[in-house]
């Protein structure tokens, strides 16, 4: 199946090294601004959005993991870029999984945020589909994901943040949402994390509740070498409650400077 053309934004000297960042279900790549702000000085920085989200193609769906990989690679090449990191969180970090377990030749180091080898065991993610498809509209979700992405009183103190990201949401078109949701449901790469060789740094919010901190550990339990941090007061979008403290732990992997 072809590969399609991911709308992305790129920041950054062209010269420094190429940092790709692919982001959370519900998203588009303004989710990364915090980060973009904080390292395009130094790094030569590309933020994507999905199949399905922003203003990429919306196929119909199902889609699966290994698809959006594939139009990941298919970015890479087109940037004209041999090796690049990778970091991506929640189903963004699972096409990292994914790229670094099928292209390691194409992958530098790699940081998984809020993410998962195995998301939907119980079939949550599927039903979900089924929602949001039923009702034609991502706003059917939106107030319940939402909920989930910050800590109760953070979010009381950060209405307007809040307020953005549900948005987002809501913008997010329908099709792209449930084919995103279906993909999730139907990955588990648990058997290829040993083959992952990019040195990889996994981050867990402490308290997440869409992709709980037992994910995270299991990922670094299975990749060779891997570092796992987990943030106390977060839950599953530490990059933005907490970008400072996202921000070092990055720059300390990726070995630069803020």
């Excluded at 399905?52 to 119909?60: A, E, F, I, K």
């Amino acid at each position: 199946m072809t590969p399609l053309a991911l709308d992305c934004g790129v920041a950054g000297p062209e010269s420094a090294p190429p940092v790709l960042f692919g982001g959370s279900l519900g998203t588009n790549r303004a989710m990364w601004d915090l980060q973009v702000a904080a390292f395009s000085p130094d790094l030569r920085l590309i933020a994507f959005d999905h199949r399905g989200h922003g203003g990429s193609p919306v196929p119909p769906g199902p889609y699966e993991v290994a698809q959006m990989g594939r139009d990941v690679v298919a970015l890479i090449d087109t940037l004209g870029l041999d090796r690049v990191s990778y970091v991506g969180l929640s189903i963004g970090g699972m096409v990292g999984l994914w790229l670094a377990a099928n292209h390691p030749e194409r992958i530098d180091r790699l940081v998984l945020m809020t993410s998962s080898a195995d998301p939907d065991p119980t079939g949550a993610f599927a039903d979900r589909a089924a929602t949001v498809r039923a009702a034609g509209t991502t706003e059917v979700v939106a107030d319940a994901v939402v909920a989930r992405w910050f800590t109760p009183h953070w979010s009381e103190s950060h209405g307007q943040v809040v307020g953005g990201m549900r948005e987002m949401i809501c913008a997010t078109p329908a099709e792209g949402y449930a084919a995103c949701c279906e993909a999730i449901s139907t990955f588990d790469i648990r058997a290829d994390l040993c083959k992952i060789v990019a040195p990889t740094l996994v981050i867990s919010g402490a308290q997440d509740q869409a992709l709980p901190p037992e994910h995270q550990r299991a990922i670094a339990a299975g990749v060779a070498g891997a570092k796992l941090e987990t943030i106390e007061d977060a839950a599953h979008l530490p990059n933005i409650q907490h970008p400072d403290t996202v921000n070092r732990l990055i720059a300390e992997h990726l070995g630069v400077e803020l």
